[in-house]
């Protein structure tokens, strides 16, 4: 089932509406200045779900099909930073941590609701600015990275 106020009925989904009004409006397709603004600001959330729609319409296994993925990559970077903290030692133990991440239970309503998809890529963001703050430890001239850990951090 789809969201009928944050996608059948969200104009800034479709292709009609200009890019720049995804990030004058909120989560919802209100603009964030009006009183009936619910105040949450996602813009990127509302761009993925515009690339979603432009590929699979108001189909919910396209929009279903993107949250499993970003889940599968926020599984993955979780993974390497179990891994760099624990030196890439105990291999058991990143595995288990691994699938305890990825089935837990508390992540079903973010990959499985489409709205949850505003929780899967605040995570994503946030899992990539730790890396490149490690990266930006571990870097002797790592400014860009720096500047990539300010980013996501943003982001998320």
Known sequence: MISNRA????QDILSTTPW??????????TPIRSSNSHGSYR????VSFRLNHMIHGHT????????LLLHLIVTLL???????LLNNRRRR???????????????????TSIVGRADVLAALFYLL??????????????NAYLAYTILMATFS
Do not use: C
């Not at 979780?78 to 760099?84: P, Q, V």
């Open 129 to 142: 600015a730790l890396y490149f703050y490690v990266k930006f430890i571990d870097s002797n001239h790592g």
């Open 60 to 67: 919910p296994f396209g929009f279903h099909l993107v949250n």
């Open 43 to 46: 813009p990127i959330t509302v």
């Open 93 to 111: 133990i990143i595995m288990i941590a691994a699938m305890l991440f990825a089935s837990h239970p508390i992540h079903v309503e973010s990959v």
């Open 78 to 84: 979780y993974t390497i930073l179990i891994e760099r």
């Open 20 to 29: 720049y009004q995804l990030f004058i409006d909120d989560f919802w397709g």
């Open 7 to 10: 996608i059948l009925n969200n």
